[in-house]
């Protein structure tokens, strides 16, 4: 039903008829304000729809699929916020979105451990011989490392990919991408502690993480 009524709220938010909700109203103003694209907000909500029942993704490509139907979705629309229309810059939207799926689903493992889930990719899981049950029981046997180096190494190939487009990219585009900090600080912490899912330090906070923001906006930089 929740989905349901965003779908509705979409259509009419388009059709200049929002319905009195808070939330319905602000996004139809940035839609009129920035001509937002319909199909990028409507991808967020079906994608989340197909994925209500919380199953663990088939194979990484599901995931990623995912990562870009959402998080590579919220990028495109906050291009269109800057006024940016680019292909360069959409393309590492893409791959930049794409390592944000893998890494909020690698973060979340140890919250979702603690529920009995386990969201992981089962192909890559299969294919070092790891059950959910290990993840569950937090093992932290080689092999079940190796399947987080894995899952962690496509975040760190979509981060290099769209850092090839760097120098094509407009720099008025580069704060829609400073969420690229965020991700390489966590995938650098998680090969520190050989890929230890669950090891405390990457549960604590980054106090150094808005100096690195800053640093990186300011060098124009993504």
Same mark, same amino acid.
């Given at each position: 039903?929740?989905?349901? @009524? #965003?779908?509705?709220?979409?259509?009419?938010?388009y059709?200049? !008829?929002?319905p009195?909700?808070?939330?319905a109203?602000e996004?139809w103003?940035a839609v009129?304000?920035?001509?937002?694209?319909k199909r #990028?907000l409507?991808k &967020?909500i079906?994608?989340? +729809?197909?994925? *209500?029942?919380d199953?663990?993704?088939? !194979?990484?490509?599901e995931?990623?699929?995912?990562?870009?139907?959402?998080q590579?979705?919220?990028?495109?629309?906050?291009? +269109? &916020?800057?006024g /940016?229309?680019? *292909?360069?810059?959409?393309?590492?939207?893409s791959? /930049?979105g794409?390592?944000?799926? /893998?890494?909020?689903c690698l973060?979340a493992t140890?919250?979702h451990g603690?529920?009995?889930?386990?969201f992981?990719?089962?192909?890559i899981?299969?294919l070092?011989?790891?059950?959910?049950e290990? @993840? *569950?029981r937090?093992?932290?046997?080689?092999n079940?490392?190796?399947v /987080?180096y894995d899952i962690a190494?496509?975040?760190?190939l979509h981060?290099?990919?769209?850092?090839t487009?760097?120098?094509?990219?407009p720099?008025?585009?580069f704060p829609?991408?400073l969420?690229?900090?965020?991700?390489?600080?966590?995938?650098?912490?998680?090969?520190?502690v050989?890929?230890?899912?669950?090891?405390?330090?990457?549960?604590?906070?980054s106090?150094l *993480?808005?100096l690195?923001?800053? &640093?990186?906006s #300011?060098?124009k930089?993504y």
């Amino acid at each position: 039903m929740r989905m349901q @009524f #965003w779908k509705k709220t979409v259509d009419d938010i388009y059709s200049d !008829n929002p319905p009195h909700q808070p939330v319905a109203i602000e996004l139809w103003k940035a839609v009129k304000r920035h001509n937002l694209t319909k199909r #990028w907000l409507m991808k &967020i909500i079906d994608e989340r +729809e197909k994925n *209500l029942d919380d199953k663990a993704y088939r !194979n990484i490509q599901e995931l990623e699929n995912y990562a870009e139907n959402t998080q590579s979705s919220l990028l495109y629309l906050t291009l +269109e &916020i800057l006024g /940016i229309k680019d *292909l360069h810059a959409d393309h590492a939207a893409s791959h /930049i979105g794409k390592a944000q799926g /893998i890494v909020t689903c690698l973060r979340a493992t140890p919250y979702h451990g603690t529920r009995r889930r386990v969201f992981l990719p089962m192909d890559i899981c299969m294919l070092h011989g790891v059950s959910q049950e290990d @993840f *569950l029981r937090k093992n932290q046997d080689k092999n079940v490392r190796d399947v /987080i180096y894995d899952i962690a190494s496509q975040a760190h190939l979509h981060l290099k990919h769209a850092r090839t487009f760097h120098k094509s990219v407009p720099v008025k585009a580069f704060p829609a991408f400073l969420q690229t900090v965020t991700l390489e600080d966590y995938l650098k912490k998680i090969q520190q502690v050989d890929f230890d899912i669950f090891h405390p330090s990457l549960q604590q906070r980054s106090t150094l *993480l808005p100096l690195s923001l800053y &640093i990186q906006s #300011w060098r124009k930089r993504y």
